[in-house]
């Protein structure tokens, strides 16, 4: 069994994928297995990963599926994977070459489920550290929490007991897949040294506004649905209902402000008020939201019907 089977999605990278696959048959851990799963590549994306198989027969295991999809091509990958941990890697981004070694000795240290490292995300013209502290209470894990898929190993075990996958054909996929893996992680750890480079390009998917931004709640509804079906929801209710607050008011309504189309842009907002109205009528009474003091809780405290609106129309034209 491979320490680390290191699942890596393509499709139409071309231009970025030797760099993402030097820096993984380079890792300082030897004993990994790399899949490389073709989501339906157009470009010479084949020709390229090709030619690294044949170099690397003992360590690259290649896939090849119609496109479905980034969740889809992670998922169809996790069915082949073999290893004790499973890691993400996108095919534009690329990692240290001693991510995986660093990554792995503190898991077996450590005993954790799940270890993350910091990132560096990398511009056209500038660079951002991002980085956390250790996180070691569960309920933090919700309120601290990084739900990057690509910066962590995660005992395979974990999400295969638990039928873990991403959500197909939706945007923020990290987000479901993140949430749902809580309850049974025990122990969570990191490394504090930036060994993830996720490069930022402007005409990504993810940098895109418009009617998928409101997958969002397609999201949150399904992790909701798992916690009440697995009868975990009562233990983590307040957790859950932080999420909402810390998703609907923040990252998700920053985007949903950039959404060009006016009427889509006004549907989301509508239904962000509502969302969270709705499921959580008292959230102003949240103990997370009201017991521990940052700026963002700070934000979070002065929104009201009147204030929602306000805030709408400064970060809309920001």
Not at 2 to 29: A, D, G, R
Not at 33 to 39: A, P, Q, S
Not at 111 to 116: D, I, N, R
Not at 219 to 231: A, C, D, F, P
Request: glycine share 4%.
């Amino acid at each position: 069994m491979p320490k680390i089977s290191i699942i890596v999605p393509v499709y139409n990278t071309e231009k970025y994928i030797k760099k993402c696959l030097n820096s993984l048959v380079n890792q300082t851990l030897k004993d990994i297995e790399i899949i490389v799963v073709n989501d339906g590549s157009t470009d010479k994306s084949e020709t390229i990963i090709k030619e690294y198989e044949q170099k690397y027969m003992k360590k690259i295991k290649y896939l090849v599926k119609k496109n479905g999809g980034l969740s889809d091509a992670r998922n169809y990958g996790i069915k082949y994977a073999t290893g004790e941990y499973v890691g993400f890697v996108d095919s534009d981004d690329y990692v240290s070459e001693t991510m995986y070694e660093k990554l792995y000795n503190k898991a077996i240290k450590t005993g954790a489920e799940l270890v993350e490292c910091n990132v560096k995300w990398i511009y056209e013209k500038k660079e951002k550290i991002d980085a956390i502290e250790e996180i070691t209470k569960k309920e933090d894990y919700f309120i601290y929490g990084r739900v990057m898929a690509c910066n962590k190993i995660i005992k395979r075990k974990s999400l295969q007991e638990n039928n873990i996958m991403f959500p197909i054909g939706l945007r923020y996929e990290d987000v479901e897949l993140y949430y749902k893996l809580i309850p049974y992680i025990n122990k969570m750890s990191l490394v504090k040294e930036n060994m993830y480079y996720y490069i930022q390009r402007q005409n990504s998917i993810a940098n895109i506004q418009n009617e998928k931004t409101m997958d969002i709640f397609n999201i949150l509804e399904n992790i909701i649905k798992y916690y009440k079906e697995n009868n975990i929801y009562q233990a983590f209710e307040k957790e859950l209902e932080y999420l909402y607050i810390r998703f609907l008011f923040g990252s998700s309504f920053l985007r949903i402000t950039k959404i060009k189309n006016k009427e889509i842009k006004k549907e989301a907002l509508r239904k962000t008020w509502e969302e969270i109205n709705n499921k959580f009528p008292n959230w102003k009474n949240n103990k997370y939201l009201r017991n521990i003091k940052t700026k963002k809780n700070l934000y979070y405290k002065t929104i009201n019907k009147f204030t929602f609106k306000i805030y709408s129309i400064i970060f809309s034209i920001r």
